[in-house]
């Protein structure tokens, strides 16, 4: 459509007779489209209302079968999940019967002990070791033989403790230990040869461990947390049952061990739906069981493991964690969470006579599964009627397809035709406007100097060129505007020429301003070669074309130098002219007054510059006599900023002391006062003015005095002024950064090296 438009408009894109084109012929189409609209209307709306129909009864029959098996499936799980629940509860029930069964009949071996014969428990041994018989274990500070009695006494549980260890299949070892800390057990068949290392060693602290302890000191049936077994090295759990005499004082517990691998059997022979799986959370939320794994590490790639280290209350999976909180709670429930990236119903249930809690687990998908199934069937009924439908139509629409096109073209070519007559009084304008600027352009780069006299272009900037045009419509008003815009332009051109002049001239001025304040100002170095009494060297940059400030330097005679860095108040041409004064006016006094003072010189160059200072100007000077013979430095400071002195046998950089007199030019009839100090070989000064200090970078945070001296201290060419200078020059730039220099940066280093 847009290369149409291209050729209509006669290869001119963007032009106004493109865009009449484009309006033209986009309104007709508009009509054309409303019209094909309305006529597909009765067409197409069978078509839409049987695929609306189609897709609405698909949705809806999606959307309820999926809830419907959504809670059907939740109350399966959750009838399912409780009975499991209550089958393992069951199970660790009837291991505190056996547990507590031990305990009564070790409390009634106390108690009625002529009953029994004295029965022999012997120590365990790797070479003699037999499964289910009964052994004996002591702690590390106990002797046997001082309990002999005792322990023969209650060797008569050994057959309770082997009926009991035959008929359950998930006790490892029955324990019956006394408060005297020795322990009577019998353990489970082990098979193998390598398994003779798991068999118990004789020394066992039993009163020392957890499952002893707690039911000690809870007085009933506990089970313990699961942990992993330091001999044998798996997990399991131990549930334990204290016995008394008959004053009701304790004699010992009795206790199982349940390694977690026999109870995992209860777990993975419970029937789930496809897709489902089971764990058991316990009371510190950690997976001690699980359908999924033997392991007992995490890592190992399936669902939860059981994983005695983790607690899943704190798992990113926040819907996971959220359900483990619940079930620690000892709650009953079903929720929805995510677990490895896939969408699961989680129904919980507590396990109540462990305080543990069962969950069981079926993917969400899988339940919806036939859903899924009966929308595709339903999606492909409602294809099939919407695709019979479309091949009784297509006839129809080719032909209003063709009757479109053909006319298309009429309105094209009407619409060409239209917009032709219109847009040829504009182009007509539009020539004229191309031609005015060209000559604008040529009359700018005439007055901006661009084109010499001797080129083949013309400098003439006269705008002769009218537009006539006479069609009586708005084209016609915007013609005669343009040709008073004509007028005006030449007006603007012949001020332009003009004032480009003026300011190339006043450019001209102050460059040749700068190069003669510079030129005024000393910039031989070294300055005086034949004197190595001391190094000198200073330099000046102008925040513009010319500045205010200034520095000097010279012999009044064979042994004293002069050095002077001032400050003049303001920017640009009057203070640059105010400070060839003061610099003329200060140095012809030091030169010519030698009978003078040197307070008394800057009194005289204060009235010399007061007089007639109509501006109201003032400079602030900072200037010293060096006796190059002896080191003393005399000076007076005017308003100045404080200048800095390094002690070469101090090694650092510091402040002068000065006096606060009254600047240059402020003032008539001012008294200043002078100081003096003594450099000493090696000793070094620096001269600044305000415009380092005052640096000021994009953050308008100032350089400062703090800063510089800083920098100087930290400088390595403390004995080259040189070298000092372009350092300190390097850091107020790198400061002040992209920032633009507010004034002038003004600097004087001198090193003084004593007599040669």
């Not at 994983?307 to 429930?333: P, S």
């Not at 069981?360 to 439908?389: G, S, W």
């Not at 000076?635 to 600047?663: C, M, Q, T, W």
Request: charged residues 25%; aromatic residues 10%.
């Amino acid at each position: 459509m847009k290369d149409l438009f291209y050729r209509l408009s006669d290869g001119k894109r963007n032009s106004i007779l493109h865009k009449m084109i484009r309006i033209l012929l986009g309104s007709n189409l508009v009509v054309i489209l409303v019209l094909v609209i309305i006529a597909f209307y009765g067409l197409g709306s069978a078509l839409y209302k049987a695929e609306e129909m189609g897709n609405s009864l698909g949705e809806v029959s999606y959307r309820n079968s999926s809830d419907l098996l959504v809670k059907q499936g939740q109350e399966e799980l959750m009838y399912i999940n409780g009975d499991n629940a209550k089958i393992i509860n069951l199970y660790m029930v009837a291991n505190v019967f056996d547990v507590e069964a031990i305990a009564h009949e070790a409390g009634a071996m106390y108690q009625h002990s002529e009953l029994y014969l004295p029965r022999n428990a012997a120590l365990p041994d790797k070479e003699n070791f037999q499964p289910l018989k009964i052994y004996l274990q002591h702690g590390g500070e106990v002797n046997p033989d001082d309990y002999r009695h005792e322990i023969d006494l209650m060797a008569n549980i050994e057959s309770l403790l082997v009926r009991l260890m035959e008929g359950n299949d998930m006790v490892k070892s029955f324990f019956v230990a006394s408060h005297h800390n020795f322990t009577l057990f019998v353990d489970e068949t082990y098979e193998g040869e390598d398994n003779k290392e798991k068999i118990p060693q004789a020394v066992y602290e039993a009163v020392e461990t957890d499952w002893y302890k707690q039911a000690a000191e809870q007085g009933k049936t506990i089970f313990t947390d699961a942990r992993m077994y330091a001999f044998s090295n798996v997990p399991g759990l131990f549930c334990a049952s204290p016995y008394y005499d008959d004053n009701g004082s304790l004699l010992g517990v009795a206790s199982m061990e349940i390694p977690l691998e026999n109870l995992r059997v209860l777990v993975k022979d419970i029937n789930l739906p496809k897709g489902g799986f089971c764990f058991t959370l316990d009371k510190k939320g950690r997976v001690i069981l699980s359908s999924q794994s033997e392991a007992y590490e995490a890592g190992t790639g399936v669902e939860l493991p059981a994983d005695l280290k983790k607690d899943i209350r704190t798992a990113d999976n926040q819907g996971l964690a959220r359900i483990a909180q619940e079930m620690t709670l000892g709650h009953k429930g079903i929720q929805q969470a995510e677990i490895d990236g896939e969408e699961y119903f989680v129904a919980y249930a507590p396990i109540e006579c462990t305080e543990w809690s069962f969950a069981t687990v079926f993917a969400k998908d899988d339940v919806i599964a036939p859903v899924e199934k009966n929308r595709e069937n339903i999606e492909q009924l409602t294809a099939d009627l919407i695709a019979d439908m479309e091949r009784n139509i297509h006839f129809i629409i080719l032909f209003m397809v063709l009757s479109i096109l053909l006319l298309l073209l009429f309105v094209i070519k009407i619409g060409q035709r239209v917009s032709g007559k219109y847009v040829a009084s504009i182009q007509k304008l539009t020539d004229g406007v191309r031609d005015i600027t060209k000559r604008a352009i040529i009359g700018t780069l005439h007055a901006a100097g661009d084109l010499t006299d001797g080129g083949n272009k013309s400098t003439d900037n006269s705008f002769a060129q009218r537009v006539e045009i006479h069609s009586g419509d708005e084209i016609e008003e915007l013609a005669h505007f343009f040709n008073i815009m004509t007028d005006e332009l030449e007006g603007y051109m012949d001020n332009l020429v003009a004032e480009t002049a003026e300011k190339e001239r006043i450019a001209t001025e102050l460059t040749l301003a700068h190069d003669i304040q510079m030129g005024v100002l000393p910039h031989k170095f070294p300055p005086f070669p034949e004197h190595r009494e001391f190094a000198l060297y200073a330099s000046m940059y102008s925040a513009k074309e010319v500045g205010g400030d200034f520095y000097d330097f010279y012999m009044v005679d064979d042994h004293h130098l002069v050095v002077t860095i001032a400050d003049v108040s303001g920017k640009g041409v009057g203070a640059a002219m105010f400070m060839a004064i003061s610099k003329t006016i200060l140095k012809n006094l030091l030169l010519a007054g030698q009978n003078m003072t040197l307070p008394q010189i800057m009194a005289h160059a204060n009235n010399q510059l007061k007089a007639d200072n109509t501006a109201r100007m003032f400079v602030t000077v900072f200037i010293g006599i060096l006796d190059i013979r002896t080191g003393r430095f005399e000076y007076v400071n005017g308003g100045h900023n404080p200048s800095l002195i390094y002690a070469k046998d101090r090694g650092e950089f510091r402040y002068l002391d000065v006096e606060a007199n009254f600047v240059l030019g402020g003032r008539k009839n001012i008294a200043y006062e002078s100081q003096s100090v003594i450099l000493k070989p090696g000793d070094s000064l620096f001269l600044y003015t305000d415009g380092v200090t005052e640096a000021m970078n994009a953050a308008e945070e100032l350089y400062g005095e703090d800063r510089l001296l800083a920098a100087l201290n930290k400088s390595a060419y403390k004995d080259d002024p040189t070298a000092l200078l372009r350092e300190i020059a390097r850091s107020v730039t790198d400061f002040v950064g992209e920032a633009e220099q507010s004034d002038d940066i003004t600097m004087l280093g001198l090193n003084y090296w004593g007599p040669v």
